[in-house]
Nanobody, 124 residues
């Protein structure tokens, strides 16, 4: 069994910062791309940032220059550093990862995993 667990959400004032970690656990062989998505109130889920296993990154235009995605491959963890937060950043943030893992039969299987989400609220 493999899973993703996010943490680090909370209430922050406009202009503040938060760091969201997302850790993968289980019988992991390797992890390809790791992404952060968010879904705000009454909005569709959108891609915020992504990072490949080699460290190449991409960002939504709305967060460029304010958010930074990084990963620690040894810890199977991806981070989203969010600075200069705005009320419009309020959302549930979800981690997604393309994971290769050892199945019950011992073969390597592939799965796209989602975490349970963590709430980020930006408000004064």
């Amino acid at each position: 069994q493999v899973q993703l667990v996010e943490s680090g959400g909370g209430l922050v004032q406009p202009g503040g910062s938060l760091r969201l970690p997302c850790a993968a656990s289980g019988r992991i062989f390797s992890i390809n791309t790791m992404d952060w998505y968010r879904q705000g109130p009454g909005k569709e889920r959108e891609l915020v940032a992504g990072i490949t296993s080699a460290g190449s990154t991409n960002y939504a235009d709305s967060v460029k220059g304010r958010f930074t995605i990084s990963r620690d491959n040894a810890k199977n963890t991806v981070y989203l550093q969010m600075n200069s937060l705005k009320p419009e950043d309020t959302a549930v943030y979800h981690c997604n990862a393309d994971i290769l893992y050892y199945s019950a039969t011992g073969y390597v299987a592939r799965k796209g995993l989602w975490g349970q989400g963590t709430q980020v609220t930006v408000s004064s």
